[in-house]
């Protein structure tokens, strides 16, 4: 069995390799790569439209993405989807092609700044049940919960502790990779440090929502060893598999990250226009008609729209392919483009590809339709990336503009 199987993210041709067959079936639960039976009791291994890595006890899959985007650039991608306020430098990731080395090494590095001067206090609401008065009594839950009884009180209070959001969320990044069997011992025994100085902290069950928190100028310092902690529970796992097998996964849906990305990125460039900007706009192609209700027509969910006086004025459509060899782009792709058009009677889409290169319009025939293909280079630097769809924002709104003169 091969110790690592590397893989670009539009790799379609694979030599098949030996793999035992409990290795295979938890890989291909992981949804990173496609694990298919070969000949000779071989295993032909492909990616599935996700980027990242796998680790099954001494197997290490990684899928690589299609622009070479490092580290860096993926984790400012996945953090400013979320939060537009995101910072490149919030996340700044060790780049190595070992993807969990370069994770555990960033996380190591943020939360031990963040924790240099010690661990965040700060007040936290309780309800709880005490023999003693403690804040408030919270007199309508003691009568319903306890009729006729004085002890145990039902109280509420603010506490100030070390249990609060921020550190719960440090916590449980940290723990997560803890778990991960790839890191060095000298990162290894920084995390348990780490995690000895957020004694006192509650665990966040894996899977559970992420605690809430606000960025302020009293966790500033946190800030941005949080933005990692939450992309790290976000998007990996770590965990017994089958057999003695250790799995830790960290897997990325490029395509969905850069439509989240382009979407949470256009609405703030076009914040500066009136108007308004929704992603996943719903619309329906066809005419509503007596008798029958909206669940019986042809439904559609354009990417992202910006509306003036609520009217649809711009359509947007993210799409993460790559050209084909001749430089073109699926058909498919310029067909929906033409139907949001004619759906909401706009007369120029846009089509965001994730790739290099100079945007071109194509006019449909018989129609008065033209679609924009622009490119967006994902492997720019943050600013750069962001300055581009400024640009896209810039040229969108003034040729719809232009056509209102």
């Not at 996340?91 to 996380?107: I, P, T």
């Not at 348990?192 to 899977?207: M, P, T, Y």
């Amino acid at each position: 069995m091969p110790s690592e199987i590397v893989l670009d993210e539009l790799q379609t041709v694979a030599e098949p390799v030996e793999l035992e067959r409990e290795v295979a079936a938890t890989l291909r639960d992981t949804g990173l790569v496609s694990v298919l039976p070969a000949h000779g009791g071989l295993w032909t291994v492909l990616p599935a439209g996700r980027v990242g890595a796998v680790q099954i006890g001494d197997l290490l899959v990684r899928v690589k993405p299609k622009e070479k985007v490092g580290l860096s650039r993926l984790l400012f991608l996945l953090g400013y989807a979320i939060n537009p306020g995101f910072r490149p430098d919030d996340v700044a990731g060790e780049e190595d092609d070992d993807l969990f080395a370069a994770l555990g090494e960033s996380l190591t590095r943020h939360c031990e700044r963040a924790l240099d001067r010690g661990a965040l206090n700060g007040y936290v609401h309780v309800e709880e049940a005490l023999r003693t008065v403690r804040g408030r009594i919270r007199v309508g839950d003691q009568m319903t919960r306890r009729p006729g009884m004085l002890l145990p009180l039902e109280v509420a209070y603010d506490d100030f502790t070390v249990d609060i959001p921020e550190n719960r969320i440090l916590r449980a990044s940290v723990r997560l990779m803890m778990q991960v069997p790839r890191l060095s011992e000298g990162v290894r025994e920084r995390l348990a440090h780490i995690d000895s100085k957020l004694d006192g902290v509650s665990a966040v069950r894996f899977g559970a929502p992420l605690p809430a928190w606000t960025e302020s100028r009293l966790n500033e310092r946190y800030v941005p060893a949080l933005r990692l902690a939450e992309i790290i529970l976000r998007n990996m796992s770590a965990e017994a598999g089958l057999g003695q097998h250790v799995v830790a996964s960290f897997v990325v849906n490029m395509a969905a990250v850069f439509e989240d990305f382009v979407t949470t990125a256009l609405r703030e460039a076009l914040d500066m226009y009136p108007g308004e900007t929704r992603g996943q706009y719903e619309a329906y192609m066809d005419e509503a008609e007596v008798g029958y209700g909206k669940g019986d027509r042809v439904r559609m969910y354009v990417d992202i729209v910006h509306s003036v006086d609520r009217v649809p004025a711009i359509v947007f459509d993210a799409k993460y392919k790559a050209a084909s060899t001749s430089g073109a782009y699926p058909n498919a792709d310029h067909y929906q483009m033409l139907a949001y058009c004619t759906a909401l009677t706009v007369p120029t889409a846009w089509l965001i590809y994730a790739g290099a290169g100079v945007p071109r319009t194509r006019r449909i025939s018989n129609s008065s339709v033209s679609i924009v293909e622009f490119p967006l280079d994902v492997s720019q630097p943050p600013s750069a990336l962001l300055a581009r769809v400024n640009v896209l924002a810039d040229a969108s709104y003034r040729e719809w503009a232009g056509r209102k003169l």
